[in-house]
Each structure stands twice: as structure tokens, then as C-alpha cells.
């Protein structure tokens, strides 16, 4: 997989370095936004690195299963089938988190062109009283090692969401999922509260808590069918299906996955994990 989001950084920094500038607070939250997504596609990277890896690994395992099939034995095919759906789940995550920085920065792209051009175009005089007010009339809400501060205002939405994504990064699940659930509760109409649900979902399944990722999945989508995210939150629920070892009900979704989502990558990983299971499409 290759990332496309250089392209997007270039228009970023593009559109903080042209002429006519930006007010510094602006320039100041969206250059925090654009590191802190540096430091997350960097994470992304390595897992990544480290999920085609132990491809290599198992690719080289079948190998050798090959050579000699009669000395192989059924738990060592079944011990090879668990590390290729593992595989497969990490990579599908990776493809998720992929997907949504790049939406992020492509919003932060969008911000900072719009600054550029209220500054050029903002009456003499309006940049020197300080920073623009945001739609609810509230300064952005600052970010102060990792937390947010917000000084008794409404939270700036932006800011709220990648703090909550970056705690997901991390592993931090617990304060991900609070973020990610005052988003949604505060913003439920703004372009992200689908992906906020989503991620509360994502941050139960990897906690363990494969009854909860479900029920998460559900109400996201319960709330916003046409999430662009369904088809990832419809297969997550066969994978919590098969983490419960609810064979019937993961098979069940992952045909739904297959039959609802023709030709995407969804679609093809519920193929795989269907022929895996030794069951028909």
C-alpha cells in the first residue's frame, strides 16, 4: 500500500507559506493539527511494516508446508489460519486509519486555503484584534499535553476529534473513547461524528470487549447508513463475531459483507475469511 497523503501535506504547507499569511492563532492550531497527523501516519507506517512482516513470515511457513504437506500437522494449519486472519485485521486497520487522516488532512488543507484567503481579503485592520471568531463564537480550544483545555467554551470540534484519535493511536483507548463520544454527543451533525462512532467501536474491540465493538457498530450504523465507513464497521462486526467464536452469526455477516459491498477491499477480506472458515460465499 502506498499513502497518498504527501500531495495533500504539499498543499497544506503551501497554503501556510503563501503570501498574504494567516492570523497566528489559526497558523498556530492548524500547524498543530498537521504534526500531530505527521506523528500519526508515521505510527501507521510501522504497523504497517510490522503486519507485512509477519506476511513475509507466514508466506515462508507455507512454503515449507509445501516442501513436506505429511509432516505437517492439523493444528499446525490451524495455528497458520489464526496468524492470517491477525494479519488480516491489522492491515484492514491500517487501511482504516489511512483513510480517515487522509480525510483530516484533507479538511486542514481546506482550513488553511480559507484562512489564506480571509486574510487577503479581510478589511485593513481585521487581522490586528486578534484571531476570527469560530462558528459558535468561542476560540478553539487549546491543546495542553495531550488534553484539552477548554476554558469553560464549546470545545473546538476539530481539535476534539484528532485529540480522541490520537489517544486511539496510542493505545489509549479509554481516553479515546470519551473523546470520541463528546464528539459525537456535541457534534452529532458535523462530517466526522460517523467516524467518531465508528472509532469508539474500533477502540472496544481492541480492548477485549468484542460484545461492546458490536453494539457500537450497530449504533453507528444504526444512525448513519450511508457512512462511508459501513462496509468497515459491517466487517468488524464479523470479525467480533469470530473473536466470540460465533461461527454461524460471523459467517452470516461476512456473506452480508460479500453481497453488500461488491469490489471493495470488505468485500474481498469477507471472501478470504469465508473460504478460511471452509464455508461457501
Known sequence: M????????????????????????EMRQIEQDVAQMRRELNDVKQDQTDALGQ???????????????????????????????????DLSNVDQRVADLSGRLQDVAEDATQAREYARTAPAGADGGGPADDDNGTDPASIVGGEMDYGGAQPDPKALYNTAYADYSKGNYAL?????EEYQQ??????????????????????????????GFDDMLSRYSDSDKAASANLKKAL?????????????????????????DEARIARDKLASLGAPV
Do not use: M
Open 2 to 25: 502506498r499513502f497518498p497523503l504527501a500531495s495533500t501535506f504539499i498543499v497544506v504547507f503551501a497554503a501556510l507559506t503563501a503570501a498574504g499569511c494567516i492570523l497566528p492563532d
Open 55 to 89: 506476511l513475509d513470515l507466514i508466506e515462508e511457513q507455507v512454503a515449507a508446508v509445501a516442501e513436506q504437506p505429511l509432516a505437517v500437522s492439523r493444528d499446525d494449519f490451524a495455528d497458520l489460519a489464526v496468524q492470517v486472519q491477525q494479519v488480516a485485521r
Open 186 to 215: 456535541k457534534f452529532p451533525d458535523k462530517p466526522n461524528a460517523d467516524n467518531a462512532l465508528y472509532w469508539v467501536a474500533e477502540c472496544r474491540f481492541s480492548q477485549g470487549d468484542f460484545g461492546g465493538a458490536i453494539r
Open 176 to 180: 479515546a473513547i470519551s473523546g470520541f
Open 240 to 264: 467480533a463475531y469470530l473473536e466470540q467464536n460465533d461461527i454461524q452469526r460471523a459467517i452470516l455477516q461476512l456473506r452480508y459483507v460479500h453481497g453488500s459491498y461488491a469490489g471493495t
